[in-house]
């Protein structure tokens, strides 16, 4: 196996690097996205960076977003909004003078999941669930050393799962709909619930006061993290995976999350399944590197 090179498009940076036969990784200095609304310009400067790792003829992308049924083609993101409708791989082929067919484009949850199936928190064991707080909440899922992409490869958009769909509890999302997981335990929900209660609306602050003892911020959290156990319960009924990895910016108060995730589990598994819950382990790194372990997955 030759050195594989991956890259990960984000709303605010690109992050890329090399993936060495041995396992080694060699991560390069982030590039900053700045895509206007001319997406030229960042196609461009993305097709050097490709140039610039070493690429030949093959490289693996993740870029958040789903793709339109069928194709590769970027149906939409909010924080890539000029990216919408543009075929990447036939326009980073063109730039590189490469068949479209040597790049593969891959969701970016979906990526960072493979990355930490092969090489990070879920090594020993392989298949998993990921779950990445942030902005909204990503999903990813490897079984048999493979992503879970479904027909259309919009599967496993955990975030999207709808778990309180009736009542006063019932919170609109932005995909349209009511009670979807990513608006009561992503990052901002989180901030939401806590502005709400008057707590303060600093992540680590408000899990270090949920560390330090009992009190809303602990009685939160724990409500959050049960609301993620609901969402998780769902994905292992149906999959039965021996690992939940959890990631993204908010994923570092996980200690804090734990209880209620367990809570969620009990009350929404009829088969009292234990999975391993553990913290993400390649961080920011994830995604390049499942993105450059895409051309054997
Ligand atoms: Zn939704």
Excluded at 53 to 79: D, H
Excluded at 223 to 239: F, M, N, P, T, Y
Excluded at 264 to 270: N, T, V
Aim: charged content about 20%.
């Amino acid at each position: 196996m030759a050195t594989r090179i991956g890259v990960d498009i984000g709303g605010t940076s690109v992050k890329a690097g090399r993936l060495h036969a041995d396992g080694s990784i060699e991560p390069m200095e982030p590039m900053p996205t700045l895509l206007g609304r001319d997406p030229g310009d960042f196609l461009d400067r993305l097709a050097r960076r490709i140039e610039e790792l070493g690429a030949k003829q093959s490289v693996g992308i993740g870029v958040p977003g789903i793709f339109a049924p069928g194709t590769r083609t970027l149906a939409g993101n909010p924080n890539l909004k000029a990216l919408t409708g543009i075929d990447l791989r036939t326009e980073l082929g063109r730039r590189l003078g490469w068949d479209p067919s040597s790049i593969q484009l891959e969701n970016d949850a979906n990526v960072a999941a493979l990355g930490e199936a092969r090489l990070g928190a879920g090594r020993e064991v392989g298949d998993l669930v990921m779950v990445t707080l942030g902005t909204g909440i990503g999903g990813g899922i490897v079984m048999d050393g493979k992503i879970v992409r479904g027909s259309l490869g919009r599967g496993a958009e955990i975030g999207h799962l709808v778990i309180h769909d009736r009542g006063p509890e019932s919170v609109a999302c932005g995909c349209g709909r009511y009670g979807c997981l990513e608006s009561y335990a992503s990052a901002t929900a989180t901030i939401r619930r806590a502005s709400e209660q008057g707590l303060t609306t600093d992540l680590g602050g408000l899990a270090d006061c949920a560390r330090a003892g009992e009190g809303p911020e602990r009685a939160l959290l724990e409500a959050i993290g049960a609301d993620l156990g609901r969402g998780l319960a769902l994905v292992l009924v149906l999959l039965d995976l021996p690992t939940i990895v959890v990631g993204g910016g908010f994923g570092a108060a996980l200690d804090t999350l734990l209880p209620g995730i367990r809570m969620g589990l009990a009350e929404r598994d009829f088969a009292a399944r234990e999975p391993r819950i553990v913290p993400a382990r390649l961080g920011a790194e994830a995604g390049w590197i499942g993105a450059a372990l895409l051309a054997d997955s």
